[in-house]
């Protein structure tokens, strides 16, 4: 089996290289990440400059590498399409630092470049630990390496989106696995000027926009209750963003616009 481990933190975050070792013992991995941090790029593709591509040396030994001048969905094209083509079996996104839970999933780079990845038709698991300091990758790795034996066994659906995410906790303090269900966790995003020289850079005024306190909902069976559980919280993603509540509803609108536009091709 063949493994694409990609990031979002960039190709020399600790996390992605812990990952990748571990991967290394059921599977060839390769490396292509983004050559410097890319976190909250969502799904963004890069189209209106060249992408340059550097072969480096790999922090763990035997594992072809590849930085990227792009986001994390670049990563995965650039390898899919040209570095490593019909190479990759299965694609695994982090360890990220930081959790990706609730709406997070939307703007995350390691949920971006795991659904660039299914949308190219290969299994894909994104992987992120909720915290930026004193990170235990322990649990992390060792999940990464259980879900890729599965795959590889054919116990997992080749059509899968998975989204892990672990409590920063040594392996003896979690408290189990849950399937879960995207929770509620928004931000109040603020937009701050720059407070460096007053807001100023010599020539300009600029702004920060910087994440607020996020504003948890706890509800049962969610990804965020999990991870305050102590919990490994693993929720299947698919791309469908169609609201089906919604779409019945609007019939009434659909209705109305017709008539009013009152074209006969509209009805
Ligand atoms: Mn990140």
């Known amino acids: 089996m063949n493994i694409l481990v990609t990031n979002d933190d960039g190709i020399a975050a600790p996390g992605m290289w812990a990952l990748a070792e571990e991967l290394q013992k059921i599977a060839e991995v390769f490396v ?3 050559d410097r941090e890319q976190s909250g ?4 593709v890069t189209l209106h400059q060249p992408l340059r591509v550097t072969p480096v040396r790999p922090a763990v ?6 930085a990227v001048e792009g986001t994390p969905a670049d990563s995965v094209i650039i390898a899919l399409k040209m570095l490593l083509k019909d190479k990759i079996d299965l694609v695994i996104a ?3 630092e930081g959790s990706n839970l ?3 999933v939307i703007i995350s780079g390691t949920v971006g470049a795991a659904f660039q990845a299914y949308f190219y038709g290969l299994p894909a698991i994104a992987i992120s630990i909720g915290a930026f300091h004193d990170l235990h990758f322990e649990a992390a790795t060792r999940i990464g390496l259980l879900l890729a034996q599965q795959y590889a066994d054919g116990k997992l659906p080749r059509r899968i989106l ?5 409590p ?9 696995v849950e399937i879960t269900q995207l929770g509620e966790r928004s931000y109040t995003d603020a937009v701050k000027r720059g407070s460096v020289k007053a807001g100023h850079d010599g020539k ?8 607020g306190e996020p504003q948890w909902k706890e509800d049962k069976g969610t990804d965020i209750r999990a991870i305050m559980q102590k919990k490994i919280s693993i929720t299947p993603l698919h791309n469908d963003l169609t609201s089906q509540e919604q779409f019945e509803s609007l019939e009434g609108l659909r209705s109305l616009l017709s008539k009013e536009l009152g074209s006969g091709s509209l009805s």
Do not use: K
């Open 32 to 34: 292509v990440a983004p």
């Open 41 to 44: 790029v969502g799904t963004s």
């Open 94 to 96: 982090g360890i990220n």
């Open 162 to 166: 998975l989204n892990v995410n672990l």
């Open 102 to 104: 609730g709406n997070d």
């Open 204 to 211: 300009r005024d600029y702004y920060w926009i910087v994440h």
């Open 168 to 176: 920063n906790v040594p392996p003896d303090q979690l408290t189990g």
């Open 61 to 66: 030994p035997g594992i072809e590498t590849y």
